[in-house]
């Protein structure tokens, strides 16, 4: 009598490793989309808290997109941050369109500056998965399309 392993033996044997070696590899993806939709919305938190200030303190506030970052403060970004050493960086997004800053007047109107439009729109890193946002021109609210 033969001591060997059948067929059908090494295909089970087989399937059960490539499962096992495969569930870590889903479980990163997963966190890495996760990472990326929380990552978006402390943007967006960061937004309606700039939006905020910009109506509470009665002065105007700015909100610097960059391609991998963004900055937001009391003063625009010609005038200060020219280092980035104050930018809030992207790991797991990019803002998809050209650099675009958006002033928050004290009334709370958000309107963006050198002919930036009202969408924004965020690609994931690793997944390409797109998230699009408009700004409505009368209340400067950021809604998610």
């Known amino acids: 009598m033969k001591k060997a392993f059948t067929l059908l033996e090494l295909i089970i044997v087989l399937a059960i490793i ?59 970004g010609s005038i200060v941050n020219k280092d980035g050493k104050d930018d809030i960086n992207f790991k797991y997004i990019n803002y998809l369109y050209i650099d675009n800053t958006i002033e928050f007047r004290d009334d709370g109107y958000a309107s963006p500056k050198d002919g930036g439009s009202f969408k924004l729109a ?5 997944s390409k998965k797109i998230r699009k946002f408009t700004i409505s021109a009368l209340t400067g609210y950021l809604d998610e399309k």
Not at 23 to 36: F, G, H, N, Q
Not at 47 to 73: C, E, H, P, V, W
Not at 122 to 126: G, L, V
């Open 122 to 126: 965020f690609i994931n890193k690793k």
């Open 18 to 76: 490539a499962t096992i070696t495969a569930i870590p590899l889903l479980k990163v993806s997963i966190i890495d989309d996760l990472a990326a939709d929380i990552e978006v919305e402390a943007f967006v938190n960061n937004y309606n808290l700039a939006r905020q200030k910009a109506m509470a303190i009665g002065t105007n506030y700015y909100l610097i997109l960059k391609k991998d970052s963004y900055y937001i403060g009391e003063k625009h």
